[in-house]
């Protein structure tokens, strides 16, 4: 049925890049905002980005803010978060999350361990 599968993750030095997807698949994509979060151990989950359902208005978590870029394909189903001058601060497992009605759908979650 619904599903979220994330991609994308891996090992990075700091000062890198790497672009995460997320493949939608289940509902209705095209109707739905999208966000980015992310969690590290022993952390809080925290919201990344989010993106609205048309695209045309996106938003950041002030660390992230001006290194991240979220965005979305909705004649593909998915969506992306590029990820630029990475700092080992944005270790975590990252997680796509699709908005729909107070509870939504997770993806798995991608590991993201920036270190040199």
């Known amino acids: 049925q619904v599903e979220l599968v994330e991609s994308g993750g891996g090992l990075v030095q700091p000062g890198g890049s790497l672009r995460l997807s997320c493949a939608a698949s289940g509902f209705t994509f095209s109707s739905s905002a999208m966000r980015w979060f992310r969690q590290a151990p022993g952390k809080e989950r925290e919201l990344v980005a989010g993106i609205t359902s048309a695209g045309t208005s996106t938003n950041y978590a002030d660390s992230v803010k001006g290194r991240f870029t979220i965005s979305r394909d909705n004649a593909q189903n998915t969506v992306y978060l590029q990820m630029n001058s990475l700092k080992p601060d944005d270790t975590a497992v990252y997680y796509c999350?699709?908005?729909?009605?107070?509870?939504?759908?997770w993806g798995q979650g991608t590991q993201v361990t920036v270190s040199s």
């Open positions: 999350y699709a908005v729909r009605g107070l509870f939504g759908y």
